[in-house]
Structures are given as C-alpha cells and as structure tokens.
Nanobody, 120 residues
Framework: QVQLQGSGPGLVRPSQTLSLTCTVS??????????WNWIRQPPKKGPEWIGY???????YYSPSLKSRTSISRDTTKNQFTLQLRSVTPEDTAVYYC????????????WGQGTQVTVSS
C-alpha cells in the first residue's frame, strides 16, 4: 500500500501561484497503470478533481482548471507537484494528493490534505 504525504504553504496571496508537492512512499510513481491525482475540497462544497499525471508522465486536467494548472513529477524523489496559477480566494480549499489505477477516478491511497488559504 503506497503512502502519500502532501506539503506546501498554507497561505498564498491572490494572483500568485499555489505550489504543492506530494511525496510517495511504498511504491514508485512510475509503476505501471498508476495515476497520481490532485483533488480539492473548498469549504462547504464537495470535492473537485483537479488533474493527474500518469505513470508514463502524461497529464490530464479538469477543463475548468486546465488553463491555470500544471502537474509535474520528479522521479528521482518520487514526488509529483501541483501548480495552480493566478489564484483567487475561490481557490481556498483543502488539497489532497491521491493515487488511482484508473485515470481520474476510483481513488485508492490519499494524502492527509493540505489546507490552502488564498488571502491578502
């Protein structure tokens, strides 16, 4: 069973870039057929899938966030990273990194969640 640990700043200023990193242990992010996702949950709202990076390095993003989102990886550190540009207070949420064996759904292991607040 893989374990995921998210990390990053808890406060981001409006218009800046939110950057979060997920460190994976107990398995490699290049393991065949695994997808590495980011999901967020704003206060008093349901979860929202942001995007994934696949085991072979390809990425796919939610259409609603695609223009502001980048997901990348560092295979030497077994980490994957979310960048969300030009943030607004509406991007305030708990951000989770997760694994799945299907692209963008049926999530298995989850990180503990990182509260990110966008505020000046």
């Amino acid at each position: 069973q893989v374990q995921l640990q998210g990390s990053g700043p808890g406060l981001v200023r409006p218009s800046q870039t939110l950057s979060l990193t997920c460190t994976v242990s107990g398995g490699s992010i290049t393991t065949n057929y695994y997808y590495w996702n980011w999901i967020r949950q704003p206060p008093k709202k349901g979860p929202e899938w942001i995007g994934y990076i696949a085991y072979y390095g390809s990425t796919y993003y939610s259409p609603s966030l695609k223009s502001r989102t980048s997901i990348s990886r560092d295979t030497t550190k077994n980490q994957f990273t979310l960048q969300l540009r030009s943030v607004t207070p509406e991007d305030t949420a708990v951000y989770y990194c997760t694994s799945s064996i299907y692209p963008g759904y049926n999530f298995g292991s989850w990180g503990q969640g990182t509260q990110v607040t966008v505020s000046s």
